[in-house]
């Protein structure tokens, strides 16, 4: 059974700096895309980040320039590093398999982001 445990969110004022760390289990992480996702507080969950199994990126329009999305797979384990953050940044950060599969491994917890101003 697949489970992706996040981790490394926090409280940050703005315009600092947070990594978040994301280790999967079973075999999701090593062939799939990975991708980073966040919901805030009365909004749907969207889609912040990807990174194929190669190392290719792509990233939402709101955080390009100031986010960067990697992996190890010898690690299984997925990351985003988050610069000068904003106070819309805050929100609870989950991870999965990237947004143009159709289906996806059961959520995790997620890590709570939270941005002051």
């Known amino acids: 059974q697949v489970q992706l445990v996040e981790s490394g969110g926090g409280l940050v004022q703005a315009g600092g700096s947070l990594t978040l760390s994301c280790a999967a289990s079973?075999?999701?992480?090593?062939?799939?895309?990975m991708g980073w996702y966040r919901q805030a507080p009365g909004k749907q969950r969207e889609w912040v980040a990807g990174?194929?199994?190669?190392?290719?990126?792509t990233y939402a329009d709101s955080v390009k320039g100031r986010f960067a999305i990697s992996r190890d797979n010898a690690k299984n384990t997925l990351y985003l590093q988050m610069n000068s953050l904003k106070p819309e940044d805050t929100a609870v950060y989950y991870c999965n398999v990237d947004r143009f599969y159709v289906s996806r491994a059961n959520w995790g917890q997620g890590t709570q982001v939270t941005v002051s101003s």
């Open positions: 990174i194929t199994s190669g190392g290719f990126t």
């Open positions: 079973g075999s999701i992480f090593t062939r799939n895309a």
